[in-house]
């Protein structure tokens, strides 16, 4: 087991994507803390499969953590609760995130902010809580952030939630040279077009779901398991000398797309 010990925190898991992260880390041996906004009944889902996913292993244990991660208080809140119950924190996995579709000209300064304050200003006061822990514990520690193919490509109608992606990449480098002498690594994970609950509609729309399949030379969408693989690979020592890069698990969308 990779993660054996290790304590990690993953933001939005108790549904799609990140609850696929909370059962990998768990099954590679990590205790994982659940988090979520307002679907208590998802993360109690998650924690029943992340215990599952320990299997043999006793050293894994689950907790879940109600907290809005738009909101700096919550957060950091989150992040003190979650060291409060099991002592340590080695991994955070900012997942959360939102967006919202709309012309530019008719986007509204609540959905802006909206969008900003989980996708950008979350993670940066996430993080900023997790490192504070870290050193003063004086213990190494690893960061994932969920970012999107959007930090590269241009997605019209959804212009603040490019914004905040593409914030969040330079965060990303600004802080691996930053945390790095502190033994804190710091990455992205960019998915493309994935196979979860927010995508129901265009799993069921033949036309669309054509038209984006064309667009990705691996021929299908990806699966919450193909982002949560690089997550634990990150989350894991294999990747210690790996910081302030984006992995895209996009099945090659990135350098294919053409818009339609």
């Known amino acids: 087991m990779k993660l054996e010990g290790q304590v990690a925190l993953v933001t939005g898991s108790s549904q799609g994507i990140g609850q696929a992260i909370a059962i990998r880390l768990a099954q590679e041996g990590a205790s ?10 998802g993360a109690e889902e998650t924690l029943s499969k992340v215990k599952a996913a ?23 809140r989150m992040i003190a609760d979650s060291i409060t119950h099991f002592g340590r924190l ?4 900012n997942n959360a995130g939102i967006e919202k579709n709309a012309d530019f000209w008719d986007v509204t300064e609540a959905d ?7 996708n950008l200003k979350g993670v940066f006061f996430a993080t900023q809580s997790f490192a504070k822990h870290l050193m003063e514990t004086k213990h190494p520690g690893k960061v994932i952030n969920i970012s999107s193919v959007h930090e590269e490509l241009p997605f019209p109608h959804f212009a603040a939630y490019c914004a905040s992606k593409g914030g969040l990449k330079m965060l990303t480098r600004n802080l691996a040279v930053e945390l790095a002498p ?25 036309e669309k779901l054509g038209a984006l399949l064309s667009n990705i030379p691996l021929g299908r969408l990806g699966k919450p ?10 989350a894991s020592a294999e990747s210690d000398y790996v910081t302030g ?12 797309y053409q818009e339609q």
């Open 54 to 76: 320990g299997g043999q292993c006793h050293m894994v244990d689950g907790f879940t953590v109600q907290a809005d991660t738009g909101m700096v208080a919550d957060v950091q």
């Open 225 to 234: 398991a193909d982002v949560a693989s690089i997550v634990t690979f990150l």
């Open 90 to 93: 080695d991994i955070l996995v």
């Open 182 to 206: 502190f033994g804190i690594t710091i990455n992205n994970v960019a998915p493309g077009a994935i196979e979860t609950p927010i995508n129901t509609k265009l799993l069921n729309d033949p």
């Open 112 to 118: 802006y902010d909206a969008v900003m304050n989980v």
């Open 32 to 41: 994982v803390v659940i988090n979520y906004r307002s679907h208590p009944e």
């Open 245 to 256: 890069t984006t992995f895209f698990v996009d099945g090659g969308l990135l350098w294919n």
